[in-house]
C-alpha cells in the first residue's frame, strides 16, 4: 500500500467535509474492494475516511411497500434479515452470494453500489428492483445512478446513506459464477411489480448493470419463461475475456432469464 | 517505521492490546510483526484463500483486508487463541486432528476458525452440501477438501452442547 | 498389526502445532537485524536493459542497498543451472542458456527480477522499489511453444537457435511406422496439456543470514530439498563451499513440485546478507509466485494409436512439443523426456512405441516438475487415445482396456521401463464395481429428464515412481544420484530419533517413519522422533518428490534398522550372557533362544552407552546407524480412477457427480494418509481439467496472475471421493511400497475429459472444459438444443 492518511468522522457531515478538502480521499466502508486493490498499489488514495463510527449508517427497516437499507450494511446482516427474508426474499438471497462468508462479514451494501463494479450483485438487485438511492444530498433514481462501468452518478463529497427498495410482487436472481474470481460471469435479476416489469443484467455488459428491455417487454405480455423462449440479447456491448466469449455472455443472458423468471413464479425452467 | 503512525486498542486472545502502527498495517500483519501471533497465515493478495481468518467480534474476518486501525475497541480471536496453550483442544481442532482434515497445515488456522464460525451461524448439524458451499473462501490445495468436509461435519456435532461455540465469539 | 505399526490409520504426530497455530514456516521466522528484499521485476516478456538508475531508489527512507546483476556479477556469483543433461537425437547436446540470478542486460519473461532492494522495512522496500529507473528496449515475445520454433519467431537465447533447447526421441520409428501400416483403425488426436500454476498455499520464502565470524550462510527456505539445494548453491552458484553453507527447510506450506527448485530469489537473499551484513528476508505475494514460481505442464501434442481388427494396440506415437519458458530451470529437461515418454505405454501391451519431443524457450514463466511431472501429460494422452479408439470402434472403452491391459510380469515396455508387478484387471474390476458401471444407463436416462448430459470416464493409469536407481538415471542425463539416507541415533533411554533426506511439506512423515520404527522396535510411537530439513543435522538426502519418500526413504530407515537391531543384538549378548547368534528380538525384547532369560529394549539401549558389559575395544559403545539405499528399479504405482458427470446442456457447465479410485500402491504404511494424498492428487488433476490454466496475451503478460483469474478448484467443485484400494507388493524394496503421492493428478484429468465428451458427444474439447469451453464444443459439434 502507498501511505494515507487514516481519518474516522463521526457524522456524515464530518465525512462530507472531509472529501470536499481532500479531492482524492476514498471512502472506506467495507473496504473488500478498496483495500486488496490498495495492496496491490492500483489505488493510492492519500487519506481514506472510514465510515464505520457514524451512527445510522446501518440498518434494515420495512415500511409499508417499502424497505430500507443504511449503506453500511453488511451484506451478511441483509442475508440473515428476517425483515428482508420476509419482504424482498431474493434479496437477503442475493446478499448471501456475494463473496464468501467472511467477506459478507465486512462487504457493505453502500460500498458495493458506490463501486459499481460490472461483475457485481448489488447493482443487477438495485436497477432490477428500481431503488431510490439515498444520498447525504439527494435521491437518485437506479435508472440514473449507474452510469457506466465502475462508473456512478454520485458527485464528489456526495455519500450514500441509505437505499430504498420498493417491495416487488415477484423476484429472482440468477448468478452464473465466474469459478476463479466468483463474481457474476452474468448475473440476470428480474422482477414485477404491478405493470412494472425489470430485467437486469450483471456481469455480462461491456459498459456495466444494463437493462434488456426486449426482454422487459416480452414478459410484459406474460410474466413467463415461456414468454423469453427463442429470445437472446446481441453480443455487441457484452464483455469478452478468458472467462468468456461475448456471445457465450449473451447466450447466459437468455438462459439465466428464464430461469430466473421460472424461480419468480416458482417454477422450473425445463 | 513511517513518520506517520496512530495508535490502536483491542483486544487479542482475550488480552488487552495498545500498538503504534503504520495506518497500513493490516490486521494481519499486527498479529504476525507486531504480536507475533504467526498462526494466522497469508496465502494471497485478493481476499480470497482464506488463510488469515479470525474473529472480529466473534465473526469470521479476513484479516488480510482490514486494517489494524479499523478495530479500535474490537475483540479478535486467533487460531492461538481457540484453546489454552497446554489445555484440551477445541472440538473443531481435534475434529481436524482426527479426521486427516490437514496435510502441509497452512490453510488450517483459517479452516478451523471459518468453521468455527460457519457452526455459529448454521448450527451443528452440517450437511455435505452446505459445508462445501460455505467454504468458498477457503482454498486448500492439499486435501482436496474431502477430509476437512468430514471434519467439520464432525467438529459441528462435537461442539453441540459444549462451550466451544460460546467461547470462540 | 500394532495399533501404531504399519498398516495403521494413526493420527498424525504433526498436527497439533498445524491445529494450534504454533507451526513454523519460513514467514514465521524473524532474524535479529534482518532487513527485507523487494525484487524489481521486468513488466516486459522480452526486453533488452538499456540501464538501471538506482539512485533516486538508494537514497529513499529505510534503504540500505540497492543491487543489480552487475553487482552479481561482480561478486562472481554463478548461474542457475538444470541438472539433468538431455541429449538430441543427432546427439547433440541440450542449449542450457545462462540464467542469472538477477537479469544480466537482458529481461526474457514478465516477472524476470531486473534488481532487488533492501530496506528496513518491507513497505519501505516497496517505496524504494517504484524509485528504480529501469530503461527497457522492447523486443518482440513468444509465448506458445508451437510458435517459438517457427521461422520468425523472436529469438530468445543466442545459444539455442529457434528457440529449441533439444529435440530428443524414443522409441523405434521404422517399427512403429510398421506397425500403423498394418492397423485395422488409427485413432488420432491433437492435445493441448494446459499449463499450470502449481501455488501451494505457502507462497515461497526465504531468509538468507550471513555470519562474517565463521564465514558461514544459513538459508530458511520453502523447500523440498534443503540438501539438492544447498548443493546447487554451493557447487554451481558458488556462494559459499558446502560446509559453509546451512540450508534449513522449516514447516513447508505445500510444494508439488515447484518448491524442489533453485530459483534466483533464494540465491539473492543469501548473497545479499553478505552484502548488506544482515540476515534478509523475502517473502512472495501471490501475485509475485505467479510470476516466479516454475509453472507446470505446457506441451502441445499429435498423438496416434493404431488397433488390430480385435482391438488389440498396435502401435503408439507421438510427436510434444513442450514449454520450458524462458530459462531451464532445475529439472526442467527431464519431465517431458524420461519422466514423460517412457510411460507412454501405459497399463497396455504395446509393441511399439516412438515418441519425439522438442523443448523450446518461451517468454513465459520457467516450467519444471509439478505433482506428476511428465506422467500426467503421459497419461492423458494414452488413456485420451484409448478411450477415443473405443468410441470410435464402437466398443466398451473397459473392454478395450482389458484386452489389451499387461497380465504377466516382469513386463519390458518399449519405452525403457520394465513394470515388476500389478494386476490391472482387478482395480479396474473393483473400481466399476464400486462406481456401478452397471447402473450408468439408468443414471444417464435419469439426468436427461432434468436436462442434464451425463458421462461417464476412465483412467487406467501407471506412474513410475519411487524416484529412483542411481544408475539409470545417471545414464539418462541426470546430475545427481537418487538415493535416499536415514539415520537412526537411539538414546540411553530407549527413544530414537531418526534422521531422513526425505523432506515433508504436507505428507506426514513425522508420523509414517514413527510407525516404521515403532513396528520394529517395537516401541511407543511417541518414543520416536523425525528429524529432517536441515543441512547441519542429516547428513545428506536428496528430497521428498516423485512419491519417493516411501518407496526410497523408508527403505533406507529399514536399512539403518536392521543395523541396529544387529548391533543392539551384541549388546544383549553381552548383557545376557548368551552368543550373539541365539539373541532372538521381537516385540521390543531381546531373548536367547531355549531359555527364558531376556532383557528389555531399554536395558539393550542403557547398556550400549553405558558399556559396563562389554569392553569397549571388542564392541564400540553407542547405538547409531545410517544407511544409503538406492533403489533397483522404479515402482509402478497403477489403478483405475472413473469419474462421473453431469453437464448443464445450456450453461456447459460441468458437475462431477462421483469418483471412484482404486489405486494399487503396494503396502500401504498409513492408510489414512494415503487416502489424503489420493483426494488432493485428484482436486490437483480435477483443477486441470475442469478450470485451471495460466494464459498468456500476444505481448507475454501473463492474464491469470492472479485467484481472481487463476481459478483454483474450491471445495464445491469437488464431490466426496470413493477411495480404495488393492494391493500386489512392489518387489524391489523391502517394504513392497510404490508410492501414492501424485498418483490422483496424473490419473484424473484423463478421467473427466472423458467423462465429459461422453456426455457431451464430441472429442474436440481441451482443458481447462471450463463451461464456456464446453458450451463452445457443444455449438462446433451442433449438439446445441433449441433454447428451451
Not at chain 1, 451484506?75 to 434479515?81: E, I, L, M, P, R
Not at chain 1, 440468477?174 to 443484467?201: C, E, H, M, P, T
Not at chain 3, 482396456?401 to 482395480?427: C, E, L, W
Not at chain 3, 510404490?738 to 493428478?745: D, I, L, S, T
Amino acid at each position: 500500500m502507498y501511505a494515507f492518511t487514516f481519518h474516522r468522522p463521526q457524522t456524515v457531515r464530518q465525512a462530507a467535509s472531509l472529501l470536499a478538502k481532500n479531492q482524492e480521499a476514498k471512502l472506506l466502508a467495507g473496504g473488500h474492494t478498496l483495500l486488496p486493490t490498495m495492496k496491490l498499489r492500483l489505488a493510492g488514495p492519500p487519506q481514506l475516511i472510514d465510515l464505520s463510527l457514524i451512527d445510522g449508517l446501518a440498518g434494515i427497516e420495512q415500511s409499508g411497500r417499502s424497505l430500507t437499507i443504511g449503506a453500511m450494511t453488511r451484506h451478511n446482516d441483509v442475508n440473515t434479515s428476517p425483515v428482508v427474508q420476509q419482504a424482498i426474499p431474493v434479496l437477503a438471497k442475493l446478499a448471501g452470494m456475494i463473496g464468501d462468508p467472511a467477506v459478507r462479514h465486512m462487504g457493505t451494501i453502500g460500498g458495493s453500489i458506490a463501486n459499481n463494479d460490472p461483475n457485481a450483485d448489488y447493482p443487477a438487485a438495485c436497477l432490477g428492483l428500481g431503488v431510490t438511492i439515498v444520498t447525504n444530498k439527494r435521491r437518485i433514481k437506479a435508472d440514473e445512478f449507474f452510469t457506466g462501468m465502475f462508473s456512478t452518478a454520485l458527485e464528489p463529497a456526495e455519500i450514500i446513506t441509505k437505499v430504498s427498495f420498493p417491495i416487488p410482487k415477484k423476484a429472482a436472481y440468477q448468478k452464473f459464477r465466474n469459478q476463479a474470481s466468483r463474481f457474476a460471469l452474468v448475473g440476470v435479476f428480474v422482477s414485477k411489480r404491478g405493470s412494472d416489469i425489470r430485467v437486469a443484467v450483471t456481469g455480462a455488459g461491456s459498459n456495466g448493470v444494463f437493462r434488456v428491455s426486449s426482454f422487459e417487454e416480452a414478459l410484459k405480455k406474460r410474466f413467463s419463461p415461456k414468454s423469453l423462449e427463442g429470445m437472446t440479447i446481441p453480443a455487441d456491448g457484452m464483455n469478452s475475456d478468458i472467462h468468456g466469449s461475448a456471445e457465450y455472455r449473451a447466450h447466459l443472458v437468455g438462459v439465466l432469464a428464464r430461469r430466473a423468471v421460472a424461480e419468480a413464479i416458482g417454477k422450473s425452467a425445463a | 517505521m513511517a513518520a506517520n503512525t496512530a495508535a490502536v486498542s483491542l483486544t487479542v486472545n482475550g488480552k488487552p492490546v495498545t500498538a503504534e502502527v503504520d495506518p497500513r498495517t493490516l490486521l494481519v500483519q499486527l498479529l504476525r510483526e507486531h504480536l507475533r501471533l504467526t498462526g494466522t497465515h497469508v496465502g494471497c493478495d485478493t481476499s480470497q484463500c482464506g488463510a488469515c481468518v479470525v474473529h472480529v467480534n466473534g465473526k469470521a474476518t479476513k484479516s488480510c483486508t482490514v486494517l489494524a486501525l479499523q478495530l479500535g475497541g474490537a475483540n479478535v480471536l486467533t487460531i492461538e487463541g481457540l484453546a489454552a496453550p497446554d489445555g484440551p483442544l477445541h472440538p473443531m481442532q481435534e475434529a481436524f486432528r482426527e479426521n486427516h482434515g490437514l496435510q502441509c497445515g497452512y490453510c488450517t488456522p483459517g479452516m478451523i476458525m471459518t468453521a468455527v464460525d460457519m457452526v455459529r451461524r448454521k448450527g451443528n448439524d452440517l450437511d455435505e452440501h452446505t459445508i462445501r458451499e460455505e467454504l468458498e473462501g477457503n482454498i486448500c490445495r492439499c486435501t482436496g477438501y474431502h477430509n476437512i468436509v468430514k471434519a467439520i461435519a464432525a467438529g459441528a456435532r462435537a461442539m453441540r452442547g459444549t462451550s466451544a461455540a460460546k467461547a470462540a465469539e | 498389526m500394532s495399533a501404531t505399526g504399519i498398516g495403521a490409520a494413526v493420527r498424525r504426530k504433526e498436527d497439533r502445532r498445524f491445529i494450534t497455530g504454533t507451526g513454523h514456516y519460513t514467514d514465521d521466522i524473524n532474524r535479529p537485524g534482518q532487513v527485507f528484499a523487494y525484487f524489481v521485476r521486468s513488466p516486459h516478456a522480452h526486453a533488452t536493459i538499456r540501464s538501471i538508475d538506482v539512485k533516486s531508489a538508494t537514497a529513499m527512507p529505510g534503504v540500505l542497498a540497492v543491487l543489480t546483476g552487475a553487482e552479481l556479477g561482480a561478486d562472481k556469483i554463478g548461474n542457475l543451472i538444470c541438472g539433468w543433461m538431455i541429449h538430441s537425437k543427432d546427439g547433440s547436446p541440450m542449449k542450457m542458456a545462462a540464467h542469472p540470478a538477477l537479469a544480466n542486460g537482458k529481461a526474457c519473461h514478465v516477472g524476470d527480477p531486473v534488481a532487488v532492494v533492501l530496506a528496513t522495512t518491507l513497505a519501505q522496500a516497496r517505496d524504494a522499489a517504484e524509485k528504480v529507473k529501469v530503461e527497457y528496449a522492447v523486443l518482440p515475445a513468444v509465448t506458445d511453444p508451437a510458435a517459438a520454433q517457427k521461422q520468425g519467431a523472436p529469438q530468445i537465447h543466442d545459444v539455442a537457435a529457434n528457440n529449441t533447447i533439444y529435440q530428443w526421441h524414443l522409441g523405434d520409428a521404422k517399427a512403429v511406422d510398421a506397425a500403423f501400416k498394418s492397423a485395422n483403425h488409427v485413432t488420432k488426436l491433437d492435445i493441448v496439456n494446459n499449463r499450470l500454476v502449481p501455488n501451494a498455499i505457502e507462497p515461497r520464502a526465504a531468509i538468507g543470514d550471513y555470519d562474517s565470524g565463521t564465514g558461514t550462510f544459513t538459508l530458511w527456505n520453502t523447500t523440498q530439498n534443503p540438501h539438492v539445494a544447498r548443493l546447487v548453491i554451493a557447487a554451481f552458484v558458488g556462494m559459499a563451499p558446502e560446509n559453509k553453507l546451512r540450508v534449513i527447510a522449516p514447516d513447508v506450506g505445500g510444494g508439488f513440485g515447484s518448491k524442489i527448485f533453485i530459483y534466483p530469489e533464494e540465491v539473492v537473499a543469501l548473497w545479499a546478507s553478505k552484502r548488506v551484513g544482515r540476515p534478509v528476508k523475502w517473502v512472495a505475494d501471490r501475485s509475485e509466485a505467479f510470476l516466479c514460481d516454475a509453472h507446470g505442464r505446457d506441451h502441445v501434442t499429435h498423438a496416434e494409436m493404431a488397433f488390430d481388427v480385435d482391438g488389440k494396440i498396435l502401435g503408439l506415437r507421438a510427436k510434444t512439443i513442450a514449454n520450458l519458458g524462458a530459462y531451464m530451470s532445475t529439472f526442467s529437461s527431464s519431465v517431458p523426456t524420461y519422466l514423460y515418454a517412457t510411460l507412454m505405454s501405459g497399463q497396455y501391451e504395446i509393441p511399439q512405441i516412438y515418441c519425439e519431443v522438442d523443448a523450446v524457450y518461451t517468454n513465459t514463466v520457467p516450467v519444471d516438475a509439478y505433482r506428476g511431472a511428465g506422467r500426467p501429460e503421459a497419461t492423458f494422452v494414452v488413456e485420451r487415445l484409448v478411450e477415443v479408439g473405443a468410441r470410435e470402434m464402437g466398443q466398451d472403452p473397459a473392454e478395450l482396456r482389458r484386452r489389451n491391459f499387461i497380465k504377466k510380469f516382469p513386463h519390458q515396455t518399449p519405452v525403457i521401463m520394465n513394470y515388476d508387478a500389478g494386476d490391472y484387471n482387478a482395480s479396474l474390476k473393483k473400481a466399476m464395481d464400486l462406481a456401478d458401471y452397471k447402473g450408468f444407463a439408468k443414471r444417464k436416462r435419469d439426468s436427461a429428464r432434468n436436462g442434464k448430459l451425463r458421462g461417464i470416464g476412465f483412467s487406467t493409469y501407471i506412474e513410475a515412481c519411487g524416484i529412483a536407481p542411481s544408475q539409470a538415471v545417471g545414464s539418462l542425463g541426470c546430475g545427481v544420484g537418487l538415493w535416499e539416507s536415514a539415520e537412526v541415533r537411539v538414546n540411553p533411554t530407549g527413544s530414537v530419533e531418526i534422521l531422513t533426506g526425505c523432506h515433508a511439506h504436507g505428507q506426514g512423515h513425522e508420523t509414517t517413519f514413527a510407525q516404521l520404527v515403532s513396528d520394529r522396535l517395537g516401541i511407543p510411537i511417541d518414543n520416536v522422533s523425525v528429524v529432517h530439513g536441515d543441512t547441519d543435522k542429516v547428513q545428506f538426502g536428496m528430497g521428498t518428490y516423485g512419491s519417493r519418500s516411501g518407496a526410497v526413504g523408508m527403505s533406507a530407515l529399514v536399512k539403518a534398522l536392521d543395523k541396529v537391531e544387529a548391533k543392539a543384538k551384541k549388546v544383549a549378548a553381552h548383557l545376557l550372557e548368551a552368543a550373539e547368534g541365539d539373541i532372538e528380538f521381537k516385540d521390543g525384547k531381546f531373548s536367547v533362544a531355549g531359555t527364558d532369560k531376556s532383557a528389555a529394549w531399554g536395558d539393550v539401549t542403557l547398556n550400549a552407552y553405558i558399556a559396563h558389559k562389554f569392553a569397549g575395544q571388542e564392541l564400540e559403545p553407542g547405538l547409531k546407524e545410517g544407511a544409503f539405499y538406492d533403489p533397483t528399479n522404479f515402482t509402478f504405482p497403477a489403478g483405475c480412477h472413473i469419474c462421473e458427470v453431469e453437464v448443464d446442456i445450456e450453461t456447459g457447465n460441468t458437475e462431477i457427480v462421483a469418483w471412484t479410485a482404486v489405486d494399487d500402491f503396494g503396502v500401504v504404511i498409513n492408510p489414512m494418509i494415503v487416502e489424503g494424498q489420493v483426494h488432493g492428487g485428484i482436486a490437483q488433476g480435477v483443477g486441470q481439467a475442469l478450470c485451471e490454466g495460466a494464459v498468456y496475451d500476444k505481448e507475454g503478460q501473463l492474464l491469470t496472475g492472479s485467484f481472481m483469474d487463476y481459478c483454483m478448484p474450491r471445495a464445491d467443485h469437488l464431490p466426496s471421493m470413493n477411495v480404495d484400494t488393492t494391493v500386489t507388493k512392489c518387489p524391489s524394496n523391502p517394504l513392497g511400497i510404490k508410492g501414492c503421492g501424485e498418483a490422483g493428478a496424473i490419473a484424473a484429468p484423463a478421467a473427466v475429459i472423458n467423462a465429459i465428451t461422453d456426455a457431451i458427444g464430441t472429442e474436440d474439447l481441451t482443458m481447462p472444459a471450463t463451461s464456456s469451453a464446453v458450451w463452445l464444443a457443444l455449438q462446433k459439434a451442433n449438439r446445441m438444443p433449441h433454447a428451451a
